[in-house]
């Protein structure tokens, strides 16, 4: 049976990977009833070991209002921020050219960021009213700080500082825009937080995916098609919608004003025009395994080598220093927060797990995951060889993140070897 762009090799039964069919049925059992009882349209799950597909089910529908749309396993969906680590991959093939270094500031590829500012909010103490006051960025911003999140930038949508309020009116998001345009926009507002000093989560890697154009001089698009998806196989995943074998773009449940409610809309009579570097991709769970097989294969695909070893390495290091501090929406992100309190932290677009004991989830020290703003989710574990990976489109953020630690539950409690 054909699965799309899946990994190359089957497993005939879980256990012959070391895991268990009936836990891992689990899985399915509980999707299925959330589907039955109206909490989510459907998902799929895949997760393989020892470089093996394991388990591989679509549940539910593509739509929810529309029972005649099944789930495929090869349906789309918008990755939103699992977008990250692909695009930071493609930015690595540069640094193994020659071209990019992670040193490099900034201003040397995008010259209006060589006058950033940076706002700090002072509060009035008679009337309680807020206003920034501007100073000059204390060191350069540069391409590491884009990769690990340390750049000062920040999104509009996740809080209500004045700099936030300053994202939300420039309109950084917008669908419309290109890549240059979008870093024109982000150069005249001030920076939420002195670049270095803090792990801001927010539009760094949409800017990296600027730079990756000013380089290689070419669309976002199609320089991550020609060094990561399709020498990897991963024929359904781009920034437009791709379907393979008739699967479509899967949806959430329409809010009662009949909209969708997502952070990132997708309609496919009309594409957004903006490659967003953090967010903009379009996948499979299959290509996604695909991925996530690349790194813990040490960079190589089915003869297919697309980074080196130490690329690799790199990649799936912490980078955070111990000086860093956390943005206020860094809880937010739920068993992603790269935090020290929990034993994780952040590589080059990839959370990373340090210390054991400290995280509410099993894993292993040096898994790396993320996740997505519309509900995707993965983990790779080079320990025991395992990846995971969640798709849905779901708008209520509790949900999402219940889903991902369940999952994360079951699957290490299948192991049985």
């Not at 900034?106 to 501007?134: C, K």
Request: with cysteine; glycine share 12%; hydrophobic share 40%.
């Amino acid at each position: 049976m054909s699965f799309g762009s899946c990994l190359p090799h089957e497993a005939d039964t879980p256990e012959d990977v070391g895991l268990s069919s009936r836990r891992l049925q689990t899985i399915a059992s509980v999707l299925e009833g959330d589907v039955d009882r109206g909490k989510i349209p459907g998902a799929v799950v895949l997760v393989a070991r020892k470089g093996r597909i394991a388990f591989l089910e679509a549940i539910g529908f593509e739509r929810g209002d529309d029972p005649s749309r099944p789930m495929r396993r090869n349906s789309v969906f918008r990755i939103a921020a699992m977008t990250r680590p692909i695009v930071c991959a493609a930015a690595l093939t540069l640094v193994e050219d020659g071209r990019l270094a992670l040193s490099d500031p900034v201003e040397q590829f995008i010259p209006a960021f060589g006058h950033l500012q940076v706002g700090s909010e002072i509060v009035d103490a008679s009337t309680g009213q807020r206003r920034l006051e501007l100073e000059p960025a204390r060191r350069t911003m540069t391409v590491h700080d884009l990769f690990r999140h340390t750049s000062g930038l920040t999104y509009g949508q996740f809080g209500d500082s004045l700099v936030q309020r300053m994202y939300r009116d420039g309109n950084v998001m917008d669908a419309g825009q290109t890549n240059a345009e979008m870093v024109a926009k982000l150069a005249a507002i001030p920076l939420q937080c002195q670049p270095g000093t803090a792990f801001e989560y927010g539009m760094s890697t949409d800017v990296l995916g600027r730079i990756i154009e000013v380089v290689s001089c070419m669309e976002l698009d199609r320089f991550v098609a020609d060094r990561v998806t399709r020498p990897l196989g991963m024929h359904a995943t781009g920034f437009r919608l791709n379907r393979m074998d008739d699967a479509g773009l899967a949806l959430p449940l329409r809010r009662p004003d009949g909209k969708s409610g997502v952070l990132f809309d997708y309609d496919d009579s009309n594409p957004p025009r903006w490659c967003s570097g953090g967010a903009g991709l379009l996948s499979t769970a299959g290509d996604y395994a695909r991925f996530c097989q690349m790194l813990l294969n040490g960079g190589v695909l089915e003869g297919v080598r697309l980074l080196s070893r130490k690329s690799v390495d790199l990649m799936l290091s912490d980078h955070l220093p111990a000086t860093v501090s956390f943005g206020s929406s860094t809880k937010g992100l739920g068993i992603n927060a790269p935090l020290p309190e929990v034993g994780q932290g952040y590589g080059l677009g990839v959370g990373v797990r340090n210390a054991m004991g400290l995280c509410p989830v099993p894993g292993s020290i040096g898994d790396f995951f993320w996740g997505g703003a519309l509900g995707t989710y993965f983990w790779a574990d080079p320990r025991e060889q395992l990846i995971s990976i969640l798709m849905l489109q779901e708008n209520d953020m509790a949900l999402r993140a219940w889903y991902r630690a369940f999952l994360r539950n079951v699957v290490y409690g299948a192991l049985i070897d």
